[in-house]
């Protein structure tokens, strides 16, 4: 395989999923780190060297440039257990990744940037307005995930998939971003559960 670097910035979740699959599946990364606060994902030689699109993480394979978390996160896992065989497990795995960046993530992730890295006090009048919804959305979405994580050890497949990884990134600091999780028990269990899988690194 050819030399893999991590273009990311340390404290997002997305850029962590990345390296909790690599760390599952035994592949070493290199990491260069950006500190997006600092529009270091903004200059020219970001944009015309590693993504135009301005936004980490991206995953370099030796010359090819891989953006979008869950798009890496699959090239890592691809062939390895992570990864369900049968054809509608495969699709569940995927429809939870998918779920994750329109629902979870929107909400989740965001709270807890501006709450916990920008700081409310900080934030514009527009993104204050938009505080009330974000919660509430998120809410639905650890919801929804408790109801069905009531039901099943993992999120699809019976088993540890990259669905997992992709909705454990954010879900295990929620509360940075103002959500409580001990509201949501099967969610609780299965961070535990997560967290004792062979391979497993913090973020």
Not at 80 to 107: C, G, K, T, V
Request: with cysteine.
């Amino acid at each position: 395989m050819a030399n893999l670097i991590l273009h990311e910035d340390p404290v997002s979740g997305n850029c962590y999923k990345i390296r909790l699959t690599a760390a599952h599946v035994g592949i070493p990364l290199e990491r260069r780190s950006y500190d997006i606060q600092k529009g270091e994902t903004r200059t020219a030689a970001f944009l015309d060297g590693v993504n135009p699109n301005g936004r980490i993480p991206v995953l370099q394979i030796g010359d090819d440039f891989l953006p979008e978390s869950g798009a890496a996160c699959l090239y890592l896992a691809d062939g390895s257990a992570l990864i369900p065989h049968d054809r509608f497990d495969r699709a569940d795995m995927l429809h939870w990744m998918f779920w994750e960046q329109y629902n979870h993530e929107p909400n989740v992730a965001t709270l807890r940037f501006w709450r916990a890295f920008i700081g409310e006090d900080r934030l514009t009048d527009f993104q204050r307005t938009l505080i009330p919804g974000k919660q509430a959305a998120g809410e639905a979405a650890l919801a929804l995930m408790d109801a069905h994580l009531a039901q099943t050890p993992f999120l699809a497949a019976g088993r540890f998939t990259v669905a997992d990884i992709a909705l454990y990134a954010y879900t295990h600091v929620a509360e940075d971003g103002g959500f409580v999780l001990n509201r949501y028990p099967a969610v609780t269990a299965w961070l535990a559960r997560v967290a004792e899988q062979p391979g497993h690194v913090p973020m």
